[in-house]
């Protein structure tokens, strides 16, 4: 049994009770929903996809909290599809079986069969669980899904480096396929922050003044991203973000989910909700862009 461990320091607390204090202010911080999530047990399950952002819980966790509170809204998922990105730039696409996420609030069960079977489908999906060691953009997601479901959820986690769109489309539709094929209800989550902004990034296509021009351009630029994914189109979000050397990090998870959530039925796309780091904190040395979205059948 390979276990994971928690190492994303700095992102989310390292104790149980801290831990869930912490996702609860995320739920009733002003950038949040206001309000706790409630699991509907006859929910409709019609999300299945989503995107949640990956930085540490006081920058984007009120924003995450959106999907997580829709999630539990919608119902009961059997297991959490989550794509994740590699900042340590580790080859394709990767997961793990037999596995566990040793978190603060207990572990995490890998949904083997499901991981194997789209490693065995796919054919792009490597079974590599070092690849997960040191990356925190799986890893932040879980405290949220433990704070909703307790221990009565499996997830699959798939990292992803470099790919282009020909292999989120056979990934994607992959995951959909076998999801299928073993009756088994999943959600995709694809795990992104969007533009990095900042000379901390190296990256000021704007300038750095007046702050009133670059929010401006870091929105006008996001929400291109965003629009393509809520109309369910995966070459487009490559291609903008390929084309225009844009600084979203996730954008191969993301668009993998779109595709497999096509594949399960999905006909629309939702932004729950959107806001910068400096919405949340004001720093403006670096800023990040987050967004909540939904993808329903």
């Given at each position: 049994m390979y276990v994971r461990r928690p190492s994303a320091w700095g992102f989310h607390p390292f104790d149980p009770s801290q831990e869930r204090i912490e996702i609860e202010?995320?739920?009733?911080?002003?950038?949040?929903?206001?309000?706790?999530?409630?699991?509907?047990?006859?929910?409709?399950?019609r999300i299945v996809g989503g995107v949640v952002p990956h930085a540490g819980l006081i920058y984007s966790g009120p924003i995450a909290s959106h999907t997580?509170?829709?999630?539990?809204?919608?119902?009961?998922?059997?297991?959490?599809?989550?794509?994740?990105?590699?900042?340590?730039?580790?080859p394709g696409f990767a997961t793990m079986l037999d596995a566990i996420w040793r978190m603060p609030?207990?572990?995490?069960?890998?949904?083997?069969?499901?991981?194997?079977?789209?490693?065995?489908?796919?054919g792009f999906v490597d079974i590599n669980p070092e690849a997960h060691e040191g990356e925190h953009s799986i890893e932040i997601q879980l405290p949220f899904l433990q704070y909703i479901y307790g221990e009565n959820f499996r997830i699959v986690p798939i990292i992803v480096g470099y790919g282009d769109y020909e292999m989120c489309k056979n990934v994607g539709e992959a995951i959909a396929d076998v999801a299928e094929?073993?009756?088994?209800?999943?959600?995709?989550?694809?795990?992104?922050?969007f533009t990095h902004y900042g000379v901390l990034y190296g990256y000021t296509p704007a300038g750095t003044k007046p702050l009133e021009k670059v929010l401006k351009?870091?929105?006008?630029?996001?929400?291109?991203?965003?629009?393509?994914?809520?109309?369910?189109?995966?070459?487009?979000?490559?291609?903008?973000?390929?084309?225009?050397?844009?600084?979203?990090?996730?954008?191969l998870p993301v668009a993998t989910m779109i595709i497999a959530s096509k594949r399960l039925?999905?006909?629309?796309?939702?932004?729950?909700?959107?806001?910068?780091s400096y919405d949340?904190?004001?720093?403006?040395?670096?800023?990040?862009g987050y967004a909540s979205i939904i993808i329903e059948r």
């Open positions: 202010r995320c739920f009733l911080s002003k950038h949040g929903v206001g309000s706790k999530p409630k699991i509907s047990e006859n929910g409709d399950r997580y509170y829709h999630l539990a809204r919608d119902g009961r998922p059997e297991t959490f599809v989550i794509l994740g990105v590699s900042h340590a730039g580790n609030m207990g572990d995490v069960k890998v949904d083997s069969e499901l991981a194997r079977s789209i490693v065995k489908h796919s094929d073993l009756g088994r209800d999943i959600v995709v989550l694809g795990s992104t922050d351009w870091i929105y006008q630029t996001d929400n291109s991203m965003i629009e393509a994914i809520t109309s369910l189109d995966a070459k487009r979000l490559i291609t903008i973000v390929q084309k225009n050397n844009y600084t979203m990090c996730g954008y039925g999905a006909s629309k796309g939702r932004l729950l909700k959107y806001a910068t949340v904190q004001g720093s403006t040395d670096a800023i990040v």
